[in-house]
């Protein structure tokens, strides 16, 4: 098992190198740089030359590259043109906004998508299933930038219950941790929300498909003979192994919510990683924009590795092949 995860760590280094080389290339390609998206009429063609200068876009495009790719080796992600500050810093204050968010859309992920799919499987074809069935599909089908839309206007808008942006409220600092914890609840329900429910329609169409293939196990018909009934052979006996393949999904829902919580944060102005990097995309914020996709990178092919060492733990078939 050792020697697999660390052939995998090693495998993934140029899958991460290829990643933020495209996304530097793809950067730079755009037209125009931070010079350029100065809005200050006083600044003279010569004063914009400067500040090209200044912050080496002037340079070819290899040597940049190049300059770029030493510093981060050496762990130095360097200055935010934008901010004026070290780029570390700017998303190191990003990153708790991102995880929480993320980490919150995937329990509601995995606990609604098990809940549906538990009762789903209790009448299989029936008509709870395909109501549920169908109304998955559709929630699937949704682009998570329109569900968000419409969540905004109908529980903030329309009937006020919700908020509609950031992590807080105004003055919530003078709050008791128990209010402060409430308010910060509030805040999270339409993002998270809006996240979890679609990974959920995903996941409980896995977890179905995963449990009616167990039913029919040897071990699960030996089971039915002796009296158990159908609640205790799924929850106890069925929902284990049947859990195998969600283990991998999880894996490859990280860069669903990675993207998805990018844009999740601009919509709901949260102060996270995907408001830091569109807020440096407008600006050309080249240091801060390559910063975002490289911890993104890393973020989602870790996750992607810690879900294949889980699926070998859970499933010892895997740990047997090694």
């Known amino acids: 098992m050792t020697r697999r995860v660390l052939g995998r760590c090693l495998a993934l280094i140029p899958l991460v190198w290829l990643i933020v080389t495209l996304t530097f290339v793809a950067v730079h390609a755009i037209p125009g740089s931070f010079a350029e998206t100065l809005d200050n009429p006083r600044l003279t063609p010569a004063a914009r030359e400067i500040i090209r200068h200044r912050f080496g876009l002037d340079q070819p495009l290899d040597h940049q590259y190049l300059l770029w790719l030493k510093a981060v080796v050496q762990g130095d992600l360097g200055v935010s043109f934008l901010y004026r ?3 570390a810093e700017v ?3 990003a990153i708790p906004a991102t995880v929480l968010l993320a980490t919150t859309a995937l329990a509601i ?14 009448r299989p ?17 949704m682009p998570t930038f329109w569900l968000a839309g419409v969540a905004v206007l109908v529980f903030s808008i329309h009937l006020g219950w919700l908020p509609a942006s ?8 003078v709050l008791a941790p128990a209010a402060r914890l409430v308010d910060l609840l509030r805040h999270l329900i339409l993002p998270a929300g809006c996240l979890g429910v679609v990974g959920a329609a995903s996941t409980s169409r896995y977890l179905r498909s995963s449990l009616l293939e167990i039913r029919s196990a040897p071990f699960l018909v030996a089971a039915r003979a002796r009296g158990l009934g159908e609640r205790r052979l799924a929850l106890v006996h069925a929902l284990r192994p049947a859990l195998l ?8 829902s990280l860069p669903m919510l990675v993207s998805g ?9 949260l102060p996270g990683m995907g408001r830091v990097l569109w807020t440096a995309a407008w600006a050309r914020d080249v240091p801060v924009v390559l910063a975002v996709t490289l911890l993104g990178a890393v973020g989602v092919v870790l996750g992607n590795l810690l879900a294949d060492i889980a699926y070998g733990l859970v499933d010892p078939r895997v740990r047997d092949h090694e």
């Open 85 to 87: 500050r070290p780029v």
């Open 91 to 93: 998303v190191g204050e």
């Open 109 to 122: 992920d995995l606990l609604l998508g098990l809940v549906i799919a538990l009762a789903s499987v209790r």
């Open 125 to 141: 074809h029936g008509a709870l299933d395909r109501a549920l069935s169908g109304v998955s599909l559709f929630v699937w089908g």
């Open 166 to 173: 950031h992590l807080h409220d105004v003055g919530a600092d």
């Open 245 to 252: 393949p969600v283990v991998t999904l999880v894996g490859l």
């Open 261 to 269: 919580s990018l844009v999740i944060e601009v919509i709901f102005a």
